[in-house]
């Protein structure tokens, strides 16, 4: 069992930032990838940045140059950087940590809400 805890949500003007933080627990070993997710009121998770076990990253378009996933692996703590933000950025946004296996296995922590003001 992997334990993620999301921290750093908030509110915020237009054009400020925040970074946000997942702190994982328990059988980490092997994780494959860990990833930001998004879930806006009415609307389907999607996925925001993605940082590979081999440090490789890769971003939805909408955020590209704005935000920023890295990891500190001596804390087992993955971060999100999000500058420039807009009010089209407010959800509640979602750590996840991926096992590649036959199945793959996933987990989630609760999430974190982001509320952008215009």
């Known amino acids: 069992q992997v334990q993620l805890v999301e921290s750093g949500g908030g509110l915020v003007q237009a054009g400020g930032s925040l970074r946000l933080s997942c702190a994982a627990s328990?059988?980490?070993?092997?994780?494959?990838?860990m990833s930001w997710y998004r879930q806006a009121p009415g609307q389907q998770r999607e996925l925001v940045a993605r940082i590979r076990s081999g440090g490789s990253t890769n971003y939805a378009d909408s955020v590209k140059g704005r935000f920023t996933i890295s990891r500190d692996n001596a804390k087992n703590t993955v971060y999100l950087q999000m500058n420039s933000l807009k009010p089209e950025d407010t959800a509640v946004y979602f750590c996840?940590?991926?096992?590649?296996?036959?199945?793959?296995?996933?987990?989630w922590g609760k999430g974190t809400l982001v509320t952008v003001s215009s």
């Open positions: 996840n940590a991926l096992f590649i296996a036959t199945p793959s296995v996933d987990y």
């Open positions: 328990g059988s980490i070993l092997g994780i494959n990838a």
